[in-house]
Nanobody, 121 residues
Framework: VQLQASGGGLVQAGGSLRLSCAAS????????VGWFRQAPGKEREGVSC????????YYSDSVKGRFSISRDNDKNTVYLQMNSLKPEDTAVYYC???????????????WGQGTLVTVSS
């Protein structure tokens, strides 16, 4: 499966962005999908993930209550709605897929390219 992340950009603190992760080469409904981010000088960290059915979701403590993950299997796409953005959310955001759910980057086999999110104060 090939993944294409999009939707990043520059936004002021308190603003919103919606990231998209579009899949090709396979139907995404078999895969759990995770969003990860990596800020300069920091390790890649898990932000959110969603099971293949969409019934189970996970959010890191740092984004809980502000970010929302969803999927549209008919469109082969997973979304990350990011609200109340903070400067510390600035990072390159990556989506990843695997047949099993997980919260660690090591648990995902398929990765998209990153999309840069910059939140200004």
């Amino acid at each position: 499966v090939q993944l294409q992340a999009s939707g990043g950009g520059l936004v002021q603190a308190g603003g919103s962005l919606r990231l998209s992760c579009a899949a090709s080469g396979a139907t995404l409904d078999r895969y759990a999908v995770g969003w990860f981010r990596q800020a300069p000088g920091k390790e890649r960290e898990g932000v959110s993930c969603i099971s293949s059915s969409g019934r189970s979701t996970y959010y890191s403590d740092s984004v809980k209550g502000r970010f929302s993950i969803s999927r549209d299997n008919d469109k082969n796409t997973v979304y990350l709605q990011m609200n109340s953005l903070k400067p510390e959310d600035t990072a390159v955001y990556y989506c990843a897929a695997d047949l099993r759910s997980g919260t660690s980057p090591d648990e995902y086999a398929y990765w998209g390219q990153g999309t840069l999110v910059t939140v200004s104060s």
